[in-house]
């Protein structure tokens, strides 16, 4: 998602012992077997949960190891979450380690820090990754292990109460489970619109509303970007074209055709190009940082980038009237769709502990769970500004929850998401669309050319995949 350097990881090894047991993980009767004990009976409506049973290790006195990689960030909250857990399962001892401590990994470092360390035979039991990307690059390099194998029904149960569900649970197996959700809108700065005599309560719907506005604010702030969006980076491009809609594939889920030259796409990008010609937009890229200090200093007025943006800017700056909108489709009648970007939990293939590994994923994803880290139930001890930086909750109910509250209600967004063409080749494709289109912003191409040609490039992965891949693509 954003620009940066391999890194390595950095380790926190936190050990808490406390006697109290957190309920079962997670929700709902299955036939899920928490590590080393019998299948869990269903409860009846009503009843207390049963008790998580201890593998043979623990029974006899040793704790249980677990390593937890996460190369995704909100660092206070995993802590946290670790902590807990362990405070709440004596005879679990978790080891963090983290590729997010030091500046701003991309998600492409991050798969290949994770594929490097697996194959590398580095014991560990529960990896924090990208959701969209990830999970199936992973399971081309035999990297994690598929789910419903370890924890059986229970799986499937969690993932119904989960946003993003179908990024990860493909032809009966299930290579992730979705954790943060991460929708992306128009982020914008209501007083400068006001200050350029703009309507506030009126945010652009189509594209000639965008050009309108974007015209007025140069011409009242000549120093300012109308709008930015990140340069190298598919996922905040592809809503522009669902809204208008067109769409980048012949399918959402294992694409079996690339479609980049068709009207919907090539008008997105010239739209795109349109705004560097206009020096509407950023030169300079994005991160989390920079992102935050455009906004606030006023360099940036709107904003393409993730909902939760809003909650963090009103943490910083909260005298400024910060607000989300949909991203406008060309004729301003589409409706607004959001590429579903996030977190989700996997186990790899190196994983020491798979079974107990599973019990602590089954908690993180959990309505409980999510209640804690979001800070709907109390116990973390978390600043608002350590909550603002996750993502949005992934638990339906936990969202819901929250799209109630004062200060979240504009970061939990009703626009629908959907899958973006996830598949063995997606994480390859993505980064070629997202190179493209650093050269479309930066230098001005011929656009029906560089698509033509990345399309190319791109169909003869899909076909590498399937090729490689038949047991993802049954034959019809």
């Given at each position: 998602?954003?620009?940066?350097?391999?890194?390595?990881?950095?380790?926190?090894?936190?050990?808490?012992?406390?006697?109290?047991?957190?309920?079962?993980?997670?929700?709902?009767?299955?036939?899920?077997?928490?590590a080393g004990g019998a299948a869990a009976p269903t409860q009846p409506p009503g009843a207390a949960a049963a008790q998580p049973t201890t593998s043979a290790a623990a029974a006899g006195g040793q704790k249980i190891h677990l390593v937890y990689f996460n190369a995704r960030g909100a660092e206070a909250s995993e802590r946290a979450l670790v902590n807990r857990y362990m405070q709440d399962h004596p005879n679990i001892e978790i080891e963090y380690l983290s590729t997010t401590s030091l500046n701003g990994p991309s998600d492409t470092d991050a798969i290949a820090n994770l594929i490097f360390n697996i194959q590398a035979k580095k014991?560990?039991?529960?990896?924090?990754?990208?959701?969209?990307?990830?999970?199936?690059?992973?399971?081309?390099?035999?990297?994690?292990?598929?789910?419903?194998?370890?924890?059986?029904?229970a799986v499937k149960n969690q993932l119904k109460g989960l946003l993003n569900s179908n990024y990860v649970d493909i032809n009966n197996g299930t290579w992730a489970i979705p954790y943060e959700f991460d929708p992306f809108g128009y982020v914008y700065n209501a007083d400068m619109y006001k200050e350029a005599g703009l309507n506030p309560d009126n945010p652009p719907k189509s594209w000639d509303d965008?050009?309108?506005?974007?015209?007025?604010?140069?011409?009242?702030?000549?120093?300012?970007?109308?709008i930015c969006m990140p340069i190298n980076n598919l996922a905040k491009t592809m809503p522009w074209v669902w809204t208008s809609g067109g769409d980048f594939w012949d399918k959402d889920i294992l694409p079996t055709k690339a479609d980049f030259t068709n009207p919907v796409v090539t008008n997105v990008y010239k739209f795109e190009e349109e705004w560097s010609q206009k020096q509407w937009r950023n030169t300079d890229e994005l991160n989390d940082t920079t992102t935050l200090q455009l906004m606030i200093s006023r360099k940036c007025?709107?904003?393409?980038?993730?909902?939760?943006?809003?909650?963090?800017?009103?943490?910083?700056?909260?005298?400024?009237?910060w607000r989300v909108a949909g991203i406008p489709s060309q004729d301003g009648k589409g409706q607004t769709t959001t590429y579903g970007g996030g977190s989700a939990l996997a186990i790899p293939t190196t994983a020491a502990h798979p079974k107990e590994a599973m019990d602590f994923?089954?908690?993180?994803?959990?309505?409980?769970?999510?209640?804690?880290?979001?800070?709907?139930t109390q116990g973390l001890n978390l600043a608002d500004q350590d909550l603002y930086v996750q993502a949005n909750p992934d638990s339906i109910a936990v969202s819901d929850q929250l799209k109630n509250?004062?200060?979240?209600?504009?970061?939990?967004?009703a626009f629908p998401s959907r899958p973006p063409g996830v598949s063995p080749a997606f994480s390859k494709i993505y980064q070629l669309l997202a190179d493209m289109q650093e050269r479309v912003v930066r230098s001005n191409p011929d656009v029906d050319s560089e698509l033509a040609n990345v399309?190319?490039?791109?169909?003869?992965?899909?076909?590498?995949?399937?090729?490689?891949?038949p047991q993802l693509y049954p034959k019809s």
């Open positions: 998602m954003l620009s940066g350097r391999l890194s390595r990881f950095a380790t926190f090894v936190t050990f808490v012992t406390v006697a109290a047991l957190l309920a079962g993980c997670g929700t709902g009767g299955s036939n899920y077997t928490p014991t560990i039991d529960i990896a924090k990754i990208e959701v969209s990307r990830t999970p199936l690059d992973l399971m081309a390099a035999n990297a994690i292990q598929e789910l419903n194998a370890v924890g059986g029904d965008l050009r309108q506005v974007n015209t007025t604010l140069k011409s009242k702030n000549p120093n300012v970007w109308p007025v709107g904003l393409i980038f993730s909902t939760d943006e809003v909650l963090q800017l009103g943490a910083n700056d909260p005298k400024t009237d994923i089954m908690w993180l994803t959990s309505d409980d769970g999510q209640r804690l880290k979001y800070g709907v509250d004062a200060k979240w209600k504009q970061s939990i967004v399309q190319q490039q791109s169909q003869a992965l899909l076909d590498q995949a399937i090729a490689n891949f």
